[in-house]
């Protein structure tokens, strides 16, 4: 995909994000633009405080027919997604890019807490997960998981998640607001009733009547199952009526609750007796006083003028939920107004009186309007009160009147909804409608229209600089490719002057003359030096040269790096001028446009060399590559055919010719069951060896790997390589006469060293001479079982390696084999144990199975350090003969074991132990054992050991030729 494509891409995430504000549907809006832009995954993992948790939904397919499945990965477990949330940039993952979401003005210091982290207690790695999101610095917002990101895609990613965490700082705006437009909807509308019951219970002049609206509406319009309302009478508490579900309950003289104000614990008596309300849990009431209650129980004392008249109880009943404390409040304040007209109704006070206390219970009402964070307006009719942020946006006093409002707020008076600026701030103000009040709410959205703004600029921006890719790539070569940018970026930043620099290259173009040697000291040279944007608002002689050579007042410097590739671009102005911070923030885009578009061109510069290069490498190569149909028609042949095999590499494009056909008729077999393996494992190299015949008539041992590419739209093929084998079987062959020579020549002193310290061995020597002589014939034992596995590789490759088997007791070979180790165990200080047990009869050959076993214990004593542990133990289990060796090293790596059994194999803890082998001993027990048709096995745990075991059949298998 070309820069052009790239940048479409990116906005068309843009626009993705920014069509909704709701978080769950700018999620969506990303994951379905992501598949649609060949992302074979991608997920969106937000953090979430209350929990804890990256909680996300993942995005499968392609296009709009993706499936998407919600996860929750815990903040404190460890893993990938949870490392790249607490990351500085971007993590690459195999094929997955994990980009960490991060909101403005990051400081990053929970990404190295060790380094940055200057709170106290302070974080480390592995406690970050716990302290660093309670942090105010804290501004990691969640993970951005793509997988299989298409390679073009992939410059674009870091500026994709800075968009993300954009469009969910617009979604948190939106949420916050509507959290907070919610909340206050629901407490108007629980303030309309507070305020409509209180009309009707003021209306009242009987008790009875009083309580009764009082209960029936705390039942039916605030929902409680059970209210119960008792009075005081000569310092004794009486009930007085219950209303349960829809019928009322009247109580009057012959209630059960007949309670001493002063003394009795019942909580009723407790609320009137302390002037408190009290929310009590069900397992906390007296005996029999909580059955059929709901999980809390509120008791709210019925006062007037703090004389206390009576109580009210209440609660959601069985199953139902606890009494929250809104709902309290709401209580709290209708049983005031109760109060009120018990007092009223009482005393019969005056229609005036009453009204004054309606009044102060407005007044109560409005003050907890004050502490909201958006501004309020209520109006009752055509007068109100407003709070304090309703009041600074519309520069009002607390008491509002209808003609002081802005016109502008006629549609939301209404109940409608609409937007505004106010005093230079934006406002979304949203109006309703309950009875006779009318409420306005404006919540202040500044920010959110501020970066809404900032978001349509940047569109706008990076629209022109895709224009621009898109018109300077159709040019050819760099240069020309440079001077489509600089004019086309004169045109973007109004410029007057514009010169790019290449390093390396020099100036690629300048729009006016310049030197051969640009001046000294040059803005240029020190924008590359520092790697940042520069924006110089005056220009000095001592700053920049070129400036007072072409008459400059003011300047733009962007340096780009792509790899090494590296330079800058200045664009000049003859006149002052002043430079926003975000004119500057844009030059680092222009910064990343210049790298990819001249490093693209570079690159098709170079390839097209790369191009030649590979020609001359093809014509001129001794190996022969041919790229076949599925049938095996020839559809490419290198050069290099003409000289190895004779032929016309362009013979296959005058006729069709198949490939196979210049195979030896003995071989085509061979050649035909490769090809059809390579037909059947698309992707996967396979490898044979067969003779191709010359165009003189020739066969020639040849080599060739073959690869299924039929599915590779830019091969097509199955490509073949050939190889001639001529060189590589003499070398085989001299170097076969090179070992069994040299191990001839070998093995005569080995005898006579070996013979001579057994016979040392036998005169009775002090200790430290025998463990001398003991340690002499160690290392023969080792030198000669290396000449025997040199030999032994030679005739396995040669196919003349034999093992001559015989009915043994391997028991006393092997207690001797022990015997010339333990001198070296004792110098190693390494404790060697031996558990050979009473084995049975096998068919072997002895010395080879010694051949076996020494082997393994000379590579267990060379890993094992001092202080470690090696057994060697045998027996016999069923039909089988089991021979193990065991040690305490340092284990071998699991990516290993596949090649362990294979020629020249060492493991890599091998060579950093400075252990001296040529690789052959496991090769060549491997060989050994299956000759005698056992099996080999290897059970290792890194860091803590190995142990080798040898299953050999009592009766092994007697193949033809062997012994």
């Given at each position: 995909?070309?820069?052009?494509?790239?940048?479409?891409?990116?906005?068309?995430?843009?626009?993705?994000?920014?069509?909704?504000?709701?978080?769950?549907?700018?999620?969506?809006?990303?994951?379905?633009?992501?598949?649609?832009?060949?992302?074979?995954?991608?997920?969106?993992?937000?953090?979430?405080?209350?929990?804890?948790?990256?909680?996300?939904?993942?995005?499968?397919?392609?296009?709009?027919?993706?499936?998407?499945?919600?996860?929750?990965?815990?903040?404190?477990?460890?893993?990938?997604?949870?490392?790249?949330?607490?990351?500085?940039?971007?993590?690459?993952?195999?094929?997955?890019?994990?980009?960490?979401?991060?909101?403005?003005?990051?400081?990053?210091?929970?990404?190295?807490?060790?380094?940055?982290?200057?709170?106290?207690?302070?974080?480390?790695?592995?406690?970050?997960?716990?302290?660093?999101?309670?942090?105010?610095?804290?501004?990691?917002?969640?993970?951005?998981?793509?997988?299989?990101?298409?390679?073009?895609?992939?410059?674009?990613?870091?500026?994709?998640?800075?968009?993300?965490?954009?469009?969910?700082?617009?979604?948190?705006?939106?949420?916050?607001?509507?959290?907070?437009?919610?909340?206050?909807?629901?407490?108007?509308?629980?303030?309309?009733?507070?305020?409509?019951?209180?009309?009707?219970?003021?209306?009242?002049?009987?008790?009875?009547?009083?309580?009764?609206?009082?209960?029936?509406?705390?039942?039916?319009?605030?929902?409680?199952?059970?209210?119960?309302?008792?009075?005081?009478?000569?310092?004794?508490?009486?009930?007085?009526?219950t209303v349960r579900g829809q019928e009322v309950y009247w109580t009057e003289g012959r209630s059960r609750i007949q309670l001493?104000?002063?003394?009795?614990?019942?909580?009723?008596?407790?609320?009137?007796?302390?002037?408190?309300?009290?929310?009590?849990?069900?397992?906390?009431?007296?005996?029999?006083?909580?059955?059929?209650?709901?999980?809390?129980?509120?008791?709210?004392?019925i006062l007037a003028e703090e004389e206390p008249l009576g109580v009210v109880a209440v609660d959601h009943g069985p199953g139902?939920?606890?009494?929250?404390?809104?709902?309290?409040?709401?209580?709290?304040?209708?049983?005031?107004?109760?109060?009120?007209?018990?007092?009223?109704?009482?005393?019969?006070?005056?229609?005036?009186?009453?009204?004054?206390?309606?009044?102060?219970?407005?007044?109560?009402?409005?003050?907890?309007?004050?502490?909201?964070?958006?501004?309020?307006?209520?109006?009752?009719?055509?007068?109100?009160?407003?709070?304090?942020?309703?009041?600074?946006?519309?520069?009002?006093?607390?008491?509002?009147?209808?003609?002081?409002?802005?016109?502008?707020?006629?549609?939301?008076?209404?109940?409608?909804?609409?937007?505004?600026?106010?005093?230079?701030?934006?406002?979304?103000?949203?109006?309703?409608?309950?009875?006779?009040?009318?409420?306005?709410?404006?919540?202040?959205?500044?920010?959110?229209?501020?970066?809404?703004?900032?978001?349509?600029?940047?569109?706008?921006?990076?629209?022109?600089?895709?224009?621009?890719?898109?018109?300077?790539?159709?040019?050819?070569?760099?240069?020309?490719?440079?001077?489509a940018i600089v004019r086309r970026l004169l045109v973007l930043f109004a410029a007057d002057e514009g010169v790019l620099l290449?390093?390396?290259?020099?100036?690629?173009?300048?729009?006016?003359?310049?030197?051969?040697?640009?001046?000294?000291?040059?803005?240029?040279?020190?924008?590359?030096?520092?790697?940042?944007?520069?924006?110089?608002?005056?220009?000095?002689?001592?700053?920049?040269?070129?400036?007072?050579?072409?008459?400059?007042?003011?300047?733009?410097?962007?340096?780009?790096?792509?790899?090494?590739?590296?330079?800058?671009?200045?664009?000049?102005?003859?006149?002052?001028?002043?430079?926003?911070?975000?004119?500057?923030?844009?030059?680092?885009?222009?910064?990343?446009?210049?790298?990819?578009?001249?490093?693209?061109?570079?690159?098709?510069?170079?390839?097209?060399?790369?191009?030649?290069?590979?020609?001359?490498?093809?014509?001129?190569?001794?190996?022969?590559?041919?790229?076949?149909?599925?049938?095996?028609?020839?559809?490419?042949?290198?050069?290099?055919?003409?000289?190895?095999?004779?032929?016309?590499?362009?013979?296959?494009?005058?006729?069709?010719?198949?490939?196979?056909?210049?195979?030896?008729?003995?071989?085509?077999?061979?050649?035909?069951?490769?090809?059809?393996?390579?037909?059947?494992?698309?992707?996967?190299?396979?490898?044979?060896?067969?003779?191709?015949?010359?165009?003189?008539?020739?066969?020639?041992?040849?080599?060739?790997?073959?690869?299924?590419?039929?599915?590779?739209?830019?091969?097509?093929?199955?490509?073949?390589?050939?190889?001639?084998?001529?060189?590589?079987?003499?070398?085989?062959?001299?170097?076969?006469?090179?070992?069994?020579?040299?191990?001839?020549?070998?093995?005569?002193?080995?005898?006579?060293?070996?013979?001579?310290?057994?016979?040392?061995?036998?005169?009775?020597?002090?200790?430290?001479?025998?463990?001398?002589?003991?340690?002499?014939?160690?290392?023969?034992?080792?030198?000669?079982?290396?000449?025997?596995?040199?030999?032994?590789?030679?005739?396995?490759?040669?196919?003349?390696?034999?093992?001559?088997?015989?009915?043994?007791?391997?028991?006393?070979?092997?207690?001797?084999?022990?015997?010339?180790?333990?001198?070296?165990?004792?110098?190693?200080?390494?404790?060697?144990?031996?558990?050979?047990?009473?084995?049975?009869?096998?068919?072997?050959?002895?010395?080879?199975?010694?051949?076996?076993?020494?082997?393994?214990?000379?590579?267990?004593?060379?890993?094992?350090?001092?202080?470690?542990?090696?057994?060697?133990?045998?027996?016999?289990?069923?039909?089988?003969?089991?021979?193990?060796?065991?040690?305490?090293?340092?284990?071998?790596?699991?990516?290993?074991?596949?090649?362990?059994?294979?020629?020249?194999?060492?493991?890599?803890?091998?060579?950093?132990?400075?252990?001296?082998?040529?690789?052959?001993?496991?090769?060549?027990?491997?060989?050994?054992?299956?000759?005698?048709?056992?099996?080999?096995?290897?059970?290792?745990?890194?860091?803590?050991?190995?142990?080798?075991?040898?299953?050999?059949?009592?009766?092994?298998?007697?193949?033809?030729?062997?012994?």
């Amino acid at each position: 995909m070309r820069l052009a494509g790239q940048l479409a891409v990116l906005a068309r995430f843009q626009r993705a994000l920014l069509k909704d504000l709701e978080p769950v549907q700018i999620l969506r809006n990303l994951l379905e633009v992501a598949t649609e832009e060949g992302v074979e995954r991608a997920a969106l993992f937000l953090y979430h405080p209350s929990t804890r948790e990256l909680v996300g939904e993942v995005a499968s397919g392609r296009g709009r027919h993706y499936t998407v499945s919600a996860i929750a990965l815990p903040l404190y477990s460890k893993g990938p997604v949870q490392e790249a949330f607490f990351a500085e940039g971007p993590v690459k993952r195999g094929e997955e890019w994990l980009l960490p979401v991060v909101g403005e003005e990051a400081l990053f210091c929970w990404s190295d807490p060790e380094a940055r982290c200057q709170e106290r207690p302070r974080a480390t790695r592995e406690t970050r997960a716990m302290v660093c999101p309670s942090c105010f610095r804290f501004a990691a917002k969640g993970v951005l998981s793509l997988e299989g990101v298409p390679q073009a895609l992939q410059p674009t990613l870091p500026l994709l998640a800075q968009l993300t965490a954009l469009a969910l700082k617009n979604g948190e705006l939106l949420a916050s607001r509507n959290a907070a437009l919610g909340k206050l909807s629901r407490h108007v509308e629980a303030l309309s009733h507070v305020s409509a019951l209180a009309r009707e219970v003021a209306r009242s002049l009987e008790p009875s009547a009083v309580l009764e609206t009082l209960a029936r509406a705390l039942s039916e319009r605030f929902g409680f199952f059970r209210v119960t309302v008792a009075l005081v009478k000569e310092g004794r508490l009486e009930g007085h009526l219950t209303v349960r579900g829809q019928e009322v309950y009247w109580t009057e003289g012959r209630s059960r609750i007949q309670l001493l104000v002063e003394v009795s614990p019942d909580p009723l008596a407790r609320a009137v007796r302390e002037r408190k309300t009290l929310v009590l849990e069900r397992e906390k009431l007296p005996a029999g006083v909580g059955q059929g209650t709901g999980p809390t129980v509120a008791y709210v004392p019925i006062l007037a003028e703090e004389e206390p008249l009576g109580v009210v109880a209440v609660d959601h009943g069985p199953g139902g939920p606890p009494v929250n404390p809104e709902e309290v409040g709401y209580v709290e304040l209708l049983a005031g107004v109760a109060g009120v007209a018990l007092k009223n109704a009482k005393l019969y006070r005056e229609k005036t009186q009453l009204s004054l206390a309606l009044a102060a219970e407005r007044k109560r009402l409005s003050q907890v309007l004050e502490d909201l964070p958006d501004g309020v307006v209520v109006l009752f009719g055509d007068r109100g009160f407003a709070n304090p942020r309703a009041r600074e946006a519309l520069g009002l006093g607390p008491e509002v009147a209808l003609e002081d409002l802005p016109t502008a707020l006629g549609p939301a008076l209404e109940g409608g909804r609409l937007e505004l600026a106010l005093g230079g701030r934006s406002y979304s103000v949203r109006g309703r409608v309950v009875g006779e009040m009318r409420i306005l709410v404006l919540h202040d959205i500044s920010e959110r229209v501020r970066m809404e703004r900032a978001l349509r600029e940047q569109v706008v921006f990076t629209q022109a600089l895709v224009d621009l890719a898109q018109a300077a790539l159709r040019e050819k070569g760099i240069r020309g490719l440079a001077e489509a940018i600089v004019r086309r970026l004169l045109v973007l930043f109004a410029a007057d002057e514009g010169v790019l620099l290449a390093g390396g290259e020099g100036v690629l173009f300048a729009t006016c003359p310049l030197p051969a040697s640009l001046p000294q000291p040059n803005l240029l040279e020190r924008a590359l030096a520092e790697e940042s944007p520069l924006g110089v608002e005056e220009l000095h002689p001592r700053e920049c040269g070129i400036a007072t050579s072409l008459g400059l007042q003011s300047a733009l410097v962007v340096p780009f790096r792509a790899g090494v590739f590296r330079g800058g671009l200045l664009l000049g102005y003859r006149k002052g001028r002043r430079f926003g911070e975000r004119l500057l923030a844009r030059l680092a885009q222009v910064g990343t446009l210049l790298a990819l578009v001249l490093e693209k061109a570079r690159f098709l510069e170079l390839l097209e060399a790369e191009e030649e290069r590979l020609k001359a490498l093809m014509e001129h190569s001794q190996d022969v590559v041919y790229v076949l149909d599925g049938n095996g028609t020839i559809r490419f042949v290198s050069a290099s055919v003409r000289g190895v095999l004779g032929y016309d590499p362009e013979g296959y494009r005058r006729a069709p010719v198949n490939g196979l056909d210049f195979v030896h008729p003995e071989d085509r077999p061979l050649a035909e069951a490769l090809f059809r393996e390579l037909l059947a494992h698309p992707g996967e190299v396979r490898a044979g060896e067969f003779r191709v015949l010359h165009a003189d008539g020739t066969p020639i041992p040849m080599e060739a790997w073959g690869r299924n590419l039929l599915h590779e739209p830019r091969v097509g093929g199955v490509v073949v390589n050939l190889r001639d084998l001529r060189p590589r079987l003499e070398a085989e062959r001299l170097k076969g006469e090179f070992i069994a020579a040299v191990s001839h020549e070998l093995r005569t002193p080995l005898a006579v060293i070996m013979g001579l310290a057994e016979l040392l061995r036998e005169e009775g020597l002090s200790p430290s001479a025998e463990e001398s002589v003991e340690l002499i014939l160690e290392s023969a034992f080792r030198l000669k079982t290396m000449v025997d596995n040199l030999l032994d590789t030679s005739r396995l490759e040669a196919g003349r390696f034999e093992v001559n088997r015989r009915p043994v007791n391997l028991g006393p070979h092997l207690l001797d084999l022990a015997k010339s180790f333990q001198g070296v165990a004792r110098l190693s200080g390494v404790d060697f144990r031996v558990e050979v047990e009473e084995l049975p009869v096998v068919e072997a050959d002895p010395e080879r199975m010694v051949q076996v076993v020494g082997n393994l214990l000379s590579n267990a004593f060379k890993f094992t350090p001092q202080g470690g542990r090696i057994r060697l133990g045998a027996r016999g289990e069923g039909d089988a003969l089991v021979l193990e060796v065991e040690d305490t090293g340092p284990g071998i790596p699991k990516e290993e074991l596949p090649k362990l059994f294979q020629r020249y194999a060492r493991a890599k803890n091998a060579g950093a132990r400075g252990v001296s082998g040529t690789g052959l001993g496991l090769y060549i027990s491997k060989a050994i054992v299956e000759a005698h048709g056992g099996r080999i096995e290897v059970e290792t745990e890194e860091g803590k050991g190995s142990l080798f075991r040898v299953i050999l059949p009592l009766y092994g298998p007697h193949p033809a030729g062997g012994g």
